[in-house]
């Protein structure tokens, strides 16, 4: 048995939907994907059931290892025993909700069996008895065990109390999984038996592709079509959804309830039934490598991702003095010493930097969402925080070991698929190379490098195979680069780089011979790779422009500050597609340390940075996470930032405070189709003045708002919802957001998410909802924007979900507020998500509804 590959059936909804991100194959350091890894052929028909539970999404990392401990039992603060209780009825209510959908489609499927099977002894039979028993090999068994099931439930649900038990009914429903047992062996064969009629009979055909399942009593929708073969693989995900609710029932059952032992056992035998049905599953890979064989100065050598074949493959690059040499490591045996293989070769008298013809097509290079990149980085600094953790505990190591090997994988991910600037290589004969470069600061230096060395008389060359070879096999101790640039490469006494906010005011620059349009953008390292922050304005037509201006830039482990000077090309006719419409000339380029002793001092500190005769002068001052995204309450009674929501919305006598109206109205006036819109940050400055307007009240400020930049409006906005005494989502339902979006049951996850939504006072469901619908406006437009769902749920999630530094303590009893925020920060976002990837939520039914019902089992 094997897993459904792509063209087959989905393997379970929920793993996919939740994990599907993270389950990446590492295109890394070692081996090249497609091009060294194949996987075993085979026919792909028996779906693998996944025996474990969906932890909290900030806490499990990408192979299912929980990170952390669970999050505290309870619905509310302090792990309070009646609302635990309260969170066990949500999951069951929802359980329930799911079981009623899953009798109703097994239903569907008894529903043409009878009939098929009197017609088999008729004269005009549509299938065989043999044939109709192998199809519908045990539905009518499991859907009296179900049945059974469901209406013992019922009753309990309906007169809920923390003395209801319901462990023997799961108890039961476990001990009769022989069933599926013999439903799973014979699934195979059904589905082919099925497919091998439809092909024979039109009339089976028609039946199997329209059978109707009936809706939820209480659903406004009567029923929905499904195909048989949708409905077959129905019990095979049954029994996974019924095995997750158990480890969410066990969470918020106290251990001295009668129910938990019960519960206990239910979910041992179930997870025992998992994994022999599993037992056959065998995703073994095969690597296969074809080395092809192979004396001067080496200049340079780094990391640089390679575009080949349509994939990226992580190379080490060697500059020579009259060569450049692109190789990668070759796989070797433990214990043997490391050695690379080339890929090619150009002597630099044949090289250029030849932009495309028109004629010659532009190969496509894959982005990945943002969100899938900031997910990576947040489950990275889950991980480091485990580590630390490990190293203080005793015999921790071997655990530590394993923990590092993952942050290992996770970041050789993120170096393989963050960079998207192109850096095309030309061999003069017509053979062209393309690498992919995080920093456009980067590849300025790999060209600036180059070009000096071409200024040399050097002739051109072809090296013998045994030429190539030493040539290779000098690499590895020439190499200045020794190691993929990711921190867990580090040793633990090495500077571990600043996290949190970085404030910079560029201010003016000198030294420009000609008068230009200039601008400056800045560049922090981030996981081992440089990524552009900022941007300032175009100064136009000046050797001297002083900009002035103030940037809040996110530091991620950071250790670096560097500075671009361009000049702007209006001309549009000269963009080069190679450059990826970056033709602005670099005027200079210089780069800082950030050293935390003089960043971290209150004051502003000034620098200078010199560049090719150009000096730009700049002040920067650090705020660390913990004390940037504090919430305290506010002492005062007027203006808007930093007032509970219900005050403002009272003073004004509004549903939705005017701020949140007008900047939505701004945004989606004028800023919907702008690049980054809600990522990019505003000028500081003007920020800070559009919130001295809201909060004296300005007459007009309707005038300001028009003639202000988009990303400063775009900024306000943010700033208020994270200036909020209390997040809007509210410190009191904070715990409940946490265990609702770690449930693994889509039923009782929905269950419990609307019935939070509806726990939230009016003015903060209403504003949520308000910006909800705004966002998915905004989402809409993401061709342009380039801002889907999931970005702007890592951008707003935290800003309303982040609880205040009182509840914070309360709370949870993780060290530092650093370490909360790499914990929670992930829930935040998925919690946010769920929300945006929800149907329109109406505030008068949210209100109406005490139970919604998921059709999605």
């Known amino acids: 048995m094997e897993p459904l590959s792509a063209h087959g059936l989905p393997r379970l909804s929920w793993i996919d939907t939740l994990y599907s991100n993270f389950n990446y194959t590492t295109d890394g350091y070692e081996g090249d994907g497609p091009e060294d890894v194949k996987s075993q052929d085979g026919s792909e028909t028996m779906p693998f059931i996944d025996e474990s539970p ?32 309260e969170m066990k009825k949500l999951v069951l209510s929802g359980f329930l909700a799911s079981e009623e959908i899953y009798i109703n489609q097994l239903e569907a499927l008894l529903l043409p069996m009878r009939p098929l099977k009197a017609a088999a002894t008729s004269s005009q039979p549509v299938l065989t008895i043999q044939q109709v028993e192998t199809i519908f090999y045990k539905i009518q068994d499991i859907f009296v065990i179900h049945k059974e099931f469901y209406d013992a439930l019922y009753p309990h649900i309906q007169q809920w109390d923390e003395k209801v038990t319901v462990g023997h009914l799961f108890q039961k429903l476990a001990s009769q999984l022989g069933v599926y047992k013999a439903f799973v062996d014979n699934y195979k064969v059904a589905l082919e038996t099925a497919e091998k009629c439809s092909q024979a009979n039109s009339q089976f055909q028609k039946i199997s592709e329209n059978l109707k399942v009936k809706g939820p009593k209480d659903s406004k929708d009567c029923t929905t079509t499904n195909t048989m073969e949708a409905l077959l693989y129905k019990p095979i995900d049954r029994v996974t959804r019924s095995t997750l609710v158990l480890h969410d029932l066990l969470k918020h059952t106290p251990k001295d309830h009668p129910d938990f032992p019960l519960l206990q056992d239910a979910l041992r035998i179930s997870q025992n039934f998992l994994s022999s049905i599993n037992e056959e599953i065998d995703p073994r890979r095969t690597a296969v490598t074809t080395p092809k064989g192979e004396a001067r ?86 991980l480091k925080s485990e580590i630390q953790k490990e190293k203080k505990a005793p015999k921790g190591q071997s655990r530590v070991d394993r923990l590092r090997k993952k942050m290992n994988e996770q970041e050789s991910w993120l170096l393989l698929h963050s960079p998207t600037i192109p850096f095309r290589i ?294 208020y919802f994270r200036e909020l005494p209390e ?47 705004h966002l998915k406006r905004v989402a809409e437009k993401e061709p342009i924007n380039k801002m889907s769902l999931h970005n702007l749920a890592t951008v707003f999630g935290p800003t309303l979900l982040r609880p205040s530094e009182s509840e914070i303590a309360k709370t949870l009893s993780i060290t530092t507020a650093s370490d909360i925020w790499s914990h929670d920060v992930m829930a935040q976002v998925q919690v946010l998500l769920y929300y945006l990837q929800h149907p329109p939520i109406s505030f008068a039914e949210l209100k109406r509804n005490t139970l919604y019902f998921s059709t999605d089992v």
């Open 54 to 85: 969906t932890m909290s999404p900030q806490l499990c990392t990408p192979h299912g290892d929980a990170a952390s401990p669970s999050p505290p039992e309870g619905l509310l603060p302090g792990g309070d025993t009646e609302k635990g209780l």
């Open 297 to 382: 100065q080496l200049v340079k050598d780094g990391f640089l991702v390679e575009l080949s074949d349509c994939s990226r493959k992580l190379r080490h690059v060697f500059l020579f003095t009259d060569l450049l040499l692109c190789a990668k490591m070759k796989k070797t045996s433990v214990g043997r010493q490391q050695q690379y293989e080339c890929k090619w070769y150009i002597p630099l008298a044949d090289l250029a930097f030849q932009t495309l013809d028109d004629s010659e097509p532009s190969p496509h290079v894959q982005v990945l969402p943002e969100h899938e990149i900031e997910e990576i980085k947040i489950k990275i600094s889950v």
């Open 426 to 719: 030309h061999n003069k004969h017509g053979k062209s190379f393309l690498f992919l470069i995080s920093s456009d600061y980067e590849r300025a230096e790999w060209r600036e490098s180059i070009q000096r060395l071409q200024k040399n008389d050097i002739q051109s060359c072809v090296l013998s195979s045994v030429e190539l070879q030493v040539l290779t096999s000098s690499c590895f101790k020439l190499r200045t680069v020794h190691n993929i640039p990711v921190t867990s490469y580090k040793d633990d006494e090495e500077t571990p780089g600043l996290n949190g906010f970085l404030h910079v005011i560029v201010r003016s620059a000198q030294g420009f011979k000609e008068s230009a349009n200039l601008y400056c953008t800045l560049e922090v390292d981030s996981y081992g790779y440089f990524v552009s922050k900022a941007k300032t304005r175009v100064f136009r037509d000046t050797t001297e422009p002083t900009w002035n201006e103030e940037f809040e830039i996110e530091l991620e482990g950071s250790q670096c500050l560097r500075i671009l000077c361009y000049e702007t090309c209006y001309d549009k006719s000269k963009i080069s597609k190679d450059d990826n419409e970056i033709v602005d000339k670099i005027m200079g380029k210089g780069q800082v340390q950030l050293d935390p002793t003089t960043v971290q001092s209150k004051n502003w500190h000034m620098d200078v940075i010199e560049m090719n005769g150009i000096k730009v002068e700049f002040s920067m001052k650090f705020t660390s996470r913990d004390l940037s995204l504090k919430r305290t309450p506010s002492k005062k009674q007027s203006g808007v930032f930093g007032v509970k929501i219900n005050v403002v919305t009272k003073r004004e006598r509004s549903k939705v405070p005017y701020i949140v109206r007008q900047c939505i109205e701004e945004v989606e006036k004028r800023g919907i189709d702008e690049v980054g819109i809600y990522r990019i940050s505003g000028v500081a400055t003007d920020i800070q003045t559009l919130k001295a307007a809201f909060d004296t009240n300005t007459k007009d400020i309707l005038v300001m708002l028009s003639d202000m930049d988009i990303n400063a409006i775009a900024g306000t906005l943010k700033l």
């Open 727 to 773: 997040p809007l989502l509210t410190d009191r339902l904070y715990p409940a957001f946490m265990e609702g979006i770690a449930l693994s049951d889509p039923a009782a996850k929905e269950n419990c998410m609307m019935h939070l939504l509806r726990s939230l006072p009016d003015p903060n469901l209403i504003t949520f909802l308000i910006l909800l619908e």
